[in-house]
């Protein structure tokens, strides 16, 4: 089964009194506070992603936010370099984030929608949900932390029943709670590294979801993203993104180099 990735950093700015010119000037990319619109495309081991994200006012002088959609897995048959029965050319999984910043006290919200057209062991096709909170502590000295906790709830198409009967068309098996932490060490100017681990928890649902919500027989997961950051100049930066979790080793994660410009 594939997990999908419940929680981002949110992405914190200038206030929105100055939202207008915020556009215009260049944000700080190395921030996973920062606000801007960007565009990004990153070479996998399942083939290609693409991402667009747009900063938006969103009224209030005390808030600002952004929403951002990615597409998966493209032409992960004849670019990608993993062999697997759900490798194919089209699009694996998409994914959308609306977060939303409180500039005054540093805490952010989010939303976060997956769908996942490859088979697993819980569906024909998954998606799952979640609303999650996060906050940033104060800096010490190169290192920022920022915990969150939050909740979803998980969904398919033809989901397999507890008897092991397909129930038709879309239903929800269950709900799952995450807590999780993202950190950031500056090494310098132009480098900086990202450490981000999460677990996850089914909560309740049916028979099946409760046992195996992230795999056969595992309810529960705990999962690592690393990541290294280069800016090249203050508006392109080139990233590499390993992910994996306790069920299987870095060398069997998920890889891919990442390259995001700011418009």
Request: hydrophobic share 35%; charged share 20%; glycine share 12%.
């Amino acid at each position: 089964m594939k997990l999908m990735r419940c929680t981002i950093p949110f992405f914190i700015g200038l206030s929105s009194t100055i939202f207008a010119k915020a556009e215009k000037e260049v944000q700080d990319m190395s921030d996973p506070l920062a606000v801007y619109t960007q565009a990004g495309v990153g070479l996998t081991n399942k083939g290609i992603n693409i991402k667009i994200g747009q900063a938006y006012d969103t009224g209030d002088d005390s808030t600002m936010a952004m929403r951002l959609v990615e597409f998966k897995g493209i032409l992960g048959d004849s670019l990608g370099w993993e062999n697997g029965a759900t490798i194919d050319n089209s699009v694996d999984s998409i994914r959308y984030r609306n977060f939303e910043v409180n500039l005054t006290n540093g805490r952010g919200v989010q939303l976060d929608i997956n769908y996942s057209f490859d088979k697993s062991h819980l569906a024909q096709e998954s998606g799952d949900f979640s609303y999650s909170i996060i906050q940033s502590l104060p800096k010490m000295g190169p290192v920022n932390l920022y915990p969150l906790a939050g909740a979803g709830g998980a969904f398919g198409n033809n989901v397999t029943e507890d008897d092991g009967s397909i129930d038709g068309g879309y239903s929800m098996y269950g709900v799952f709670g995450l807590v999780g932490l993202y950190g950031k060490v500056v090494i310098t100017d132009n480098i900086w590294l990202n450490y981000n681990p999460f677990y996850l928890s089914a909560l309740s649902g049916s028979g099946i979801y409760k046992n195996s919500a992230f795999g056969p027989n595992n309810d529960s997961i705990l999962t690592h993203e690393f990541v290294v950051s280069y800016q090249i100049n203050p508006t392109l930066n080139l990233r590499y993104f390993a992910n994996w979790n306790e069920y299987n080793d870095f060398d069997d994660g998920d890889h891919r180099l990442e390259i995001n410009y700011q418009l």
